[in-house]
């Protein structure tokens, strides 16, 4: 969640409005087990029970994996180390709206290549990825317009209307997505022993071609 050019509070202000995009579809949902970093283990006790489906983990890596293998579907943001393990062991993938620069670049990378069942995309951010700026500033700008739009109530129903479309996508056509996972696979296996190296040189031609690259947000 957090990057060197995270603001103040952005994090907790984000967690915050996806867990209410998820309580909005959560009829959908069987159970959710909402795994969060573990420095923000004594922020959200309280929040243990937002919806009877939804639960809350802060796992270490090795828990985080075990949940992983027994996982239908990973809603995630798109970033790169946990959508590679999720592509290998075959979990269908939804995208959250990026937190920071580089996860923005990435969900228009996995976006072009056809690796999510579905993606929440709010449309203010379509202009930030046409500025000339470096990641830091460009995280900053995205993480100001996330608050400015955190009560606005059609952007909220733009993405509940996306995470709801991709779940029922996904329940209607399970064999569907896993063709999808299949595919996902062999891109990745085509990548070789190098392939996270491969994909962060994707990525990064990607930003290179839109934006100066002179600072560090992961």
Not at 11 to 20: G, N, P, S, T
Not at 131 to 154: C, F, V, Y
Request: proline share 6%; with cysteine; net charge neutral.
């Amino acid at each position: 969640m957090r990057s060197p050019a995270t603001l103040v509070g952005a994090d907790r202000a984000y967690i915050d409005w996806v867990l209410r995009i998820l309580e909005a579809t959560a009829s959908l949902l069987k159970t959710a087990t909402v795994c969060l970093p573990r420095y923000l283990e004594g922020v959200y006790p309280h929040r243990s029970r937002v919806h009877p489906a939804i639960s809350f983990r802060f796992p270490t890596d090795h828990e985080f994996h075990d949940l992983l293998r027994a996982t239908d579907v990973l809603i995630t943001v798109p970033g790169q180390e946990v959508v590679f393990e999720s592509i290998y062991a075959g979990i269908p993938l939804i995208f959250l709206p990026p937190s920071n620069a580089t996860q923005a670049f990435q969900s228009r990378t996995y976006q072009k290549n056809q690796i999510p069942i579905a993606t929440l995309w709010p449309s203010y951010l379509d202009h930030v990825l046409t500025t000339n700026s470096d990641l830091n500033r460009l995280t900053g700008e995205i993480q100001r317009l996330h608050l400015r739009h955190l009560a606005d109530k059609p952007v909220a129903v733009a993405l509940e209307t996306s995470l709801r479309e991709g779940l029922t996508h996904l329940a209607a056509d399970w064999a569907g997505s896993q063709t999808n996972v299949m595919r996902n696979r062999k891109l990745l296996s085509d990548l070789g022993a190098h392939g996270r190296d491969a994909a962060v040189q994707i990525i990064f031609d990607t930003i290179g071609s839109t934006a100066l690259i002179t600072g560090n947000a992961i």
